[in-house]
Each structure stands twice: as C-alpha cells, then as structure tokens.
C-alpha cells in the first residue's frame, strides 16, 4: 500500500470536487445577475470536462478567463473553510459508517442463526422462571 499515492490521488479528487462546488457556488450567482452567462457555464460544464477539476479550469481560462477566475477564488475560499474541520469529519464520518455496517452485518448473522422459538421451547424467552426444573 502506497499512502503516499493514495493521498495525493484524494487531494486531485477533493480539488475536483472543490471546483465543483464553485462552479455550482457561480452559476447559482450567475443565474440572478448575468442569466445568459449561467446558461453558457452550465453547457459549458455539462460536456464532463469537470470531472478533473484541474483540466476543466486550463480549458475554462482559455476561452473565458474571468469566470475561471472567479472559480478560482471561490475554490480557493471554499478550501480554506473546509480545511481544517475536513480530517476530523472524514475520520469520524468512516468509523461511525463502518461501525454500523458491522452492526447490521451483525445483526443479520444473528438473526438468521436464531433457532426457531416455537419449535424449540427450550430457547423461548419468558420473564417468569420455570420453577418445575428446579434442581433439588
């Protein structure tokens, strides 16, 4: 296991999504003061090219440079919003899923190695004790 790799190939995914997330942030500014330009951005990211952020921005600046500048700084302020709190809640977020997806892993192989109560007396649950198998 290469961590070294693993990490830098989530930082290249987390930056996508980060342009993502601006694009979105933008386009739903664009939408109350420039329509027109909303519209072209939203043609413009709907082709896929935004699934590498990186490469959806160099082909952005080429043909509309402020936009791409604006979703840049967006980015940019996003990622130092989410930063800090971002470990933490990755971390907290994968323990709590896991721990509930034995839980229900759990609770499947119980409940399908369960006998059968009402064909085996001796396993059914009662609040009262059966005083007449007392041993003497």
Known sequence: MDVKQIAKETAKVLASYLTYQAVRTVMAQLSETNPPLAIWLNGFSSTGKIQDGEEYLREL???????????????????????NSLPDLVRTGIREANMEYRRQHLERMTHASLPDSASHPEFEISSEPNWDNRSS
């Open 61 to 83: 600046l080429q043909v509309e440079q402020d936009l791409a500048f604006r979703i840049m700084t967006v980015r940019e302020y996003l990622v130092e919003e989410v930063a």
